[in-house]
C-alpha cells in the first residue's frame, strides 16, 4: 500500500471519529434536553396534584371508586364508613382539575391583545360556573389514603394506614409517597396524645409497596400467615416514632382542648412537624 493510501485511510478513520464525536454529543444533548423536560414535566404535575382532605359523603363514591378498583373482593360500604365517619381528618385525597372541552382555542388570525381578551372571557365564564356550583371547582380524584387512630394505652397511641390506592395512569410519580408523607404528619398532629408508632399491613409479594414503605422508614416487624382473604401471607410494617418528637406535646394539649386538635379541625397538618420528622431521619 502506498503512502498517499494509507494517508488517505487515516484521514477517513480520522473523520469517521470525528463524525462519531459530533453524534455522541449530538446524543448527549438531547438526552439532557429530554431529561430538562421531563423534570420540569414532573414538578408540574406535582403542582397540579393537590392533595385535600375528605369533604363528606360528597367524596366517599371517589374513595370507593379509586380503592375498590384494585380490590377482588371490594369492601362493604359499612366498612368505608367506619374509618371514614370516625377519622375523617385520616382521609386525604389527591385531586386534579377535571378535564373540560373549555381550553381556550387560539387562532393564527388573531393578534395576542385578542388572544389575551378571549382568555380573560373563557376564565370569567368558568369562575361564573364555579360560582353557582357552589364555588366548589370540578376535579377528578386520582389518589387516596386512609388511616385511623388505635385506642388509647397508658396515655398512649398508635396509628394505623387501612388503605392507600392511586389511579394506574398517576402511578410511579412519587403521589403515594406524597400522600403517606402527608397522612404521617396528620396523624401526628391531629392526635391528642403522643404516638408511639404507626403501623400497616401489605401481602409479601407486593415489592413496590414493600418499596415505599421502606423508603420511607417503615421497617418489618413479624410476617402474618394467610392474612387477607385470598389466602396470601401479608408483612406488618412498623414505623417508629422517637419520644423526643412529642416533647411538650402533653402540655400543648391542655386546657383550651389541644393545639393539635385545633390543627385537626382545620384540616391543615402542621409543616414544621413533618420537617422535625425528616430531619431527625424518623421519615425519609
Known amino acids: 500500500m502506498s503512502a498517499t493510501s494509507r494517508q488517505q485511510e487515516q484521514e477517513q478513520d480520522q473523520e469517521q471519529s470525528r463524525e462519531e464525536g459530533r453524534e455522541q454529543k449530538q446524543e448527549q444533548e438531547q438526552e439532557q434536553e429530554q431529561d430538562q423536560e421531563q423534570g420540569q414535566s414532573e414538578e408540574q404535575e406535582q403542582r397540579r396534584v393537590q392533595i385535600r382532605p375528605y369533604a363528606g359523603e360528597s367524596d366517599l363514591d371517589r374513595v370507593r371508586g379509586l380503592i375498590d378498583a384494585q380490590l377482588s373482593e371490594p369492601y362493604t360500604v359499612y366498612t368505608y364508613r367506619y374509618f371514614l365517619n370516625r377519622w375523617p381528618h385520616l382521609c386525604l385525597l389527591a385531586v386534579v382539575p377535571a378535564a373540560t372541552d373549555e381550553t381556550p382555542t387560539l387562532h393564527a388570525r388573531t393578534n395576542g391583545d385578542d388572544n389575551e381578551k378571549r382568555r380573560k372571557q373563557q376564565q370569567q365564564q368558568r369562575e361564573k360556573e364555579q360560582e353557582q356550583e357552589g364555588g366548589q371547582q370540578k376535579e377528578e380524584a386520582v389518589g387516596v389514603i386512609i388511616g385511623k387512630l388505635e385506642p388509647a394505652m397508658m396515655g398512649r397511641r398508635k396509628g394505623y394506614i387501612g388503605m392507600i390506592s392511586i389511579r394506574e395512569t398517576y402511578r410511579r410519580r412519587g403521589l403515594a409517597r406524597r400522600l403517606l408523607k402527608s397522612l404521617i404528619a396528620t396523624m401526628v398532629i391531629s392526635s391528642d396524645m403522643p404516638l408511639t408508632e404507626i403501623f ?34 401479608s408483612f406488618r410494617l412498623v414505623l417508629p416514632l422517637p419520644e423526643a418528637l412529642f416533647s411538650g406535646h402533653d402540655a400543648a394539649a391542655g386546657a383550651a382542648g389541644g393545639a393539635a ?10 409543616r414544621r412537624v413533618l420537617d422535625r420528622m425528616v430531619a431527625n431521619g424518623d421519615i425519609m
Not at 261 to 270: A, H, K
Open 261 to 270: 386538635r385545633v390543627t385537626r379541625e382545620q384540616g391543615s397538618p402542621d
Open 200 to 233: 400497616l399491613e401489605t401481602e409479601v409479594n407486593n415489592g413496590p409497596s414493600l418499596r415505599l414503605y421502606e423508603s420511607v422508614g417503615f421497617q418489618r416487624e413479624k410476617r402474618l400467615f394467610r392474612f387477607y382473604l385470598n389466602g396470601n401471607d
